[in-house]
């Protein structure tokens, strides 16, 4: 028997933790055709109170984090965040739970997260020189705060030293899925999948992706110069001529990029050019030359390579994958 335990904090994702539990509970159901049920789980709190999700539902525990003593894998719920200043304070509190995981870690237990709870890892100092993914809004944050972390963007899942690491929110049925694969096999894997309608070959965040940054920077400089990139998306890139716009110099501008996106200011513009393609290709029957077009490059080979290199597809396949579908009548 696998024993799991699952850790609350307050203000975490509920649905990281009952469609985490569900996925389980889907697993043994198939194993015990075959067999004995192969998970046992206990959900975990600080202090064995019930603990406040993000959503205002209460969830209640089994007990306290020291009953993961017990556990061959333990999982950190990840946690809802308005501003990324309030998720950095956030962050600053957690040293006990640091500790712990350092301990467990060190004692051969896998421990694994998903979402913003990969930064939980993350400011434990346990994914140090390991790779490691997470949200893809939290990206250039990530990087920039971890920079020893070797992060591996955009991916699904990673795993690397007992360290598990799942993308955004619903990552945690790559997880889940994965645990299913390495204790019961592929084909109970598979099985799994099919009951929860889970594609177990979406390796890749990217095309999920949205230009929008929900992670709430706040610098006011950098804001500007986001916006003026969006207005000037089709427009050869200038770094002097952006630097004008915002009034500050072409090294303030690439600093301040640096710090607060973690990339630089052409790195951005390509991500945005990549995210209008990307809307393009979802909601228009334009060819690839007048899209490319469109977003700022001349050459649609270019275009093409840049595209698959980002997001892990080519522009048709993203285009059969995502786009809507013309209905048609017959005569």
């Known amino acids: 028997m696998h024993d799991i335990a699952v ?3 307050e203000e975490c994702f509920a649905g990281s933790v009952t469609g985490l539990l569900d996925a389980l509970v889907f697993a043994n159901r198939q194993a015990a055709r075959h067999g004995d049920a192969m998970f046992r789980w206990q959900v975990l709190s600080p202090d064995g ?53 350092h301990r467990w870690h060190g004692a051969g237990k896998r421990v694994a997260s998903m979402c913003s709870g990969v930064a939980l890892l993350a400011e434990s100092g346990l994914l140090e020189q390991r790779a490691a993914t997470i949200s893809w809004w939290l990206i250039p944050w990530f990087r920039a705060r971890y920079p020893a972390v070797r992060l591996q963007p955009y991916a699904m899942l990673t795993e690397a030293d007992g360290l598990l690491c799942g993308g955004a929110t619903t990552a945690y049925l790559d997880l889940a899925l994965r645990l299913v694969e390495q ?20 390796d890749s965040q990217a095309p999920y992706a949205s230009q929008h940054d929900i992670a709430g920077h706040g610098d006011d400089l950098v804001l500007r110069c986001q916006q003026w990139l969006s207005d000037h998306l089709d427009t050869p890139y200038r770094l002097a001529q952006l630097a004008q716009a915002a009034r500050v110099s072409e090294r303030t501008v690439m600093r301040r990029f640096q710090r607060v996106l973690g990339q630089t200011p052409l790195g ?42 980002e997001l892990q597809c080519s522009p048709a396949e993203y285009r059969r994958r995502f786009g809507k579908q013309e209905q048609t009548e017959g005569p």
């Open 183 to 202: 204790q019961g096999g592929a084909e109970l894997a598979r099985a799994c999948a099919r009951i929860m309608l889970s594609d177990r070959n979406r």
């Open 49 to 101: 109170a019930a603990v406040r999700s993000s959503s205002g539902v209460r969830l209640m525990a089994d007990g306290n984090f020291s009953q993961a003593e017990q556990a061959d894998t333990v999982i950190v719920a990840p946690v809802y965040f308005q501003r990324l200043a309030a998720f950095e304070a956030r962050l600053a509190c957690e040293r006990d739970l640091y500790r712990r995981l």
């Open 7 to 9: 850790l609350l904090t």
């Open 268 to 309: 951005y513009l390509q991500h945005l050019r990549l995210n209008a393609a990307r809307e393009l290709l979802e909601t228009t029957a334009l060819g690839l030359d007048d899209i490319s077009a469109q977003v700022g490059y001349g050459d649609s080979g270019t275009f093409r390579r840049l595209f698959r290199r």
